[in-house]
């Protein structure tokens, strides 16, 4: 095969040591090489191995994405000044009964020298510290969620039925009520006395559902609880306004993705820290589609297809589509609003939200790419680019009832 890199290297990559072939062909005035080293992985370890490599000549570097220990590596070697590729484990498994260290970096550095390795989409430094903070931030949100979920159960086990009553136990006056509880407040009608806004409007059955057994040891439970969260908030506003300070030289991308239904300030910040701004490094939106998982898999064998089920992309992207989905298919007059209600019902409420999340990510390439605020199509899109098919279809039906039916079109007719 034709060699496409001269002087390159494979690294096998672990967290204590690293195994690498430095490979070096037809390189004018210099021999050719194939050397096997092992380094450790310290800084100053990474620091010997750059020197290693800058002295034979080598251009580029491959290694597998091995949890998070090649962070360090692609950062001091990408500093460097070498062409670091990362490439999935998935794509460049060997030939079974060959696993060694020293033969996994021998297969991967012959691949990289026939050019046979694709690279990993590895964003810039200021979006990868922005990614860090967007992913934590979740991780905190959903532990709070977790904590509610144990407030509630200390509840039920008290007999208190407040998420029977009230949509948001944690909300202002639940949290409010909750701390009369853990104070040792025991008379119903004091605590629902608390109750703010349309809550006051079921204050009887408040009043039932605050009737319980309350006893010392739940008290205690449920103030370690809501310490747990009142800290886990204090945590999300940190994050959050650390957040908005790394976003910051990617601001003019905001609102132009606010203006996709669905996506706030949040979310925003979310997706531009999983994709980017810059969108030429996807040749168009199938390729970021099927890069995040959300586009439909393919899986064909004699003439047969097997399954459409998607591919393993990215979780972190796919999460916050499919919320932004969700969002979306509730928002009035939206054109994503009536694509979940035309595919839920005969697809599947699942597979109805990874379609309508898919075609917002279609729309984020293309408000990314050109920079221009969404358009909105209007809840009304189906029926206006099959208006023919519905006048044939509705005709048919109250045909078959036994009406007569002319179709008269009126002056606002499309």
Not at 21 to 40: A, F, I, K, S
Not at 137 to 157: F, G, N, T
């Amino acid at each position: 095969m034709e060699v496409v890199y001269r002087c390159c290297v494979g690294l096998d990559v672990h967290k204590k040591s690293i195994s690498a072939n430095l490979l070096r062909r037809g390189v004018e005035g210099q021999g050719d090489v194939d050397e096997v080293g092992t380094y450790g992985t310290m800084t100053r370890d990474l620091l010997a191995l750059s020197q290693w490599l800058k002295q034979a000549g080598c251009t580029h570097v491959a290694m597998e994405s091995t949890g998070v220990y090649w962070k360090p590596i692609y950062n001091i070697l990408d500093e460097e000044g070498f062409e670091v590729i990362l490439v999935n484990a998935k794509h460049i498994k060997n030939v079974p009964g060959r696993k060694t260290d020293v033969q996994d970096c021998q297969w991967i550095a012959q691949l990289l020298q026939h050019g046979l390795l694709k690279a990993s989409f590895i964003p810039p430094q200021p979006i990868r510290q922005l990614r860090d903070l967007t992913r934590q931030r979740k991780k905190l949100v959903e532990q709070k969620a977790s904590c509610v979920q144990r407030i509630q159960k200390v509840l039920e086990d008290a007999n208190i039925k407040l998420s029977s009553v009230a949509s948001d136990v944690v909300g202002k006056s639940g949290w409010e009520m909750l701390r009369q509880m853990v104070g040792g407040e025991t008379d119903a009608q004091k605590m629902a006395a608390l109750a703010r806004g349309r809550l006051r409007n079921k204050m009887q059955e408040l009043v039932y559902a605050l009737e319980g057994r309350v006893t010392e040891h739940h008290r205690f439970l449920l103030r370690q609880h809501m310490r747990q969260i009142e800290f886990l908030e204090e945590m999300i506003g940190d994050y959050e306004q650390r957040i908005d300070e790394q976003v910051r030289p990617f601001f003019d991308y905001i609102p132009l993705l606010d203006t996709i239904p669905g996506i706030n300030k949040t979310a925003a910040a979310a997706v531009i820290a999983e994709i980017g701004t810059n969108m030429d490094q996807f040749p168009d939106e199938r390729h970021l589609g099927s890069w995040a998982g959300m586009c439909p898999g393919n899986n064909e064998s004699a003439g047969k297809h097997r399954s459409g089920k998607t591919r393993h992309g990215s979780k972190w992207l796919r999460t916050t589509l499919v919320e932004i989905a969700w969002a979306a298919s509730r928002t009035k007059g939206s054109y994503f609003r009536a694509q979940y209600r035309r595919l839920a019902p005969r697809r599947g409420k699942k597979r109805a939200l990874i379609a309508v999340g898919h075609s917002i990510l279609t729309v984020v390439y293309h408000v990314m790419k050109n920079k221009v605020p969404y358009k909105e199509l209007g809840e009304d899109f189906f029926y206006k680019i099959n208006s023919d098919r519905l006048k044939k279809h509705y005709a048919k039906r109250l045909e078959s009832l036994g009406y007569e039916v002319i179709l008269k079109p009126g002056a606002n007719a499309a």
